[in-house]
Nanobody, 125 residues
Framework: VQLQASGGGSVQAGGSLRLSCVASGEDPLRYSMGWFRQADGQAREFLAAIDWSGVITYYSENVEGRFTISRDNAKKVVYLQMSALKPEDTAVYYC???????????????????WGEGTQVTVSS
């Protein structure tokens, strides 16, 4: 599975952005999809994941209520709608694919089968 993330950019605090992750290659519908981020000098952090059907989602407490993950299987795209952005949301954002159902195991932010290239999000105060 190849993953390509896009939609990053610069935004002021309180603003919104929508990230997209396009999947190609081996049938992406076999996989749950998730979003992670990594700020300078910090460990990779799990944000949100969604199962292949779009029914099961799991969020980090840090972003639940501000970020929403969704997927369009016809287009093979996973989205991360981000609102009420804060300067501490500044990071490189990555999407990933893994067969595992979204749950607390994703919090480890480790061992996902496939990773995409990141997209930079910068939030200014």
């Amino acid at each position: 599975v190849q993953l390509q993330a896009s939609g990053g950019g610069s935004v002021q605090a309180g603003g919104s952005l929508r990230l997209s992750c396009v999947a190609s290659g081996e049938d992406p519908l076999r996989y749950s999809m998730g979003w992670f981020r990594q700020a300078d000098g910090q460990a990779r952090e799990f944000l949100a994941a969604i199962d292949w059907s779009g029914v099961i989602t799991y969020y980090s407490e840090n972003v639940e209520g501000r970020f929403t993950i969704s997927r369009d299987n016809a287009k093979k795209v996973v989205y991360l709608q981000m609102s009420a952005l804060k300067p501490e949301d500044t990071a490189v954002y990555y999407c990933a694919a893994d067969p595992a159902t979204p749950n607390s195991s994703w919090l480890l932010a480790y061992g996902m089968d496939y990773w995409g290239e990141g997209t930079q999000v910068t939030v200014s105060s």
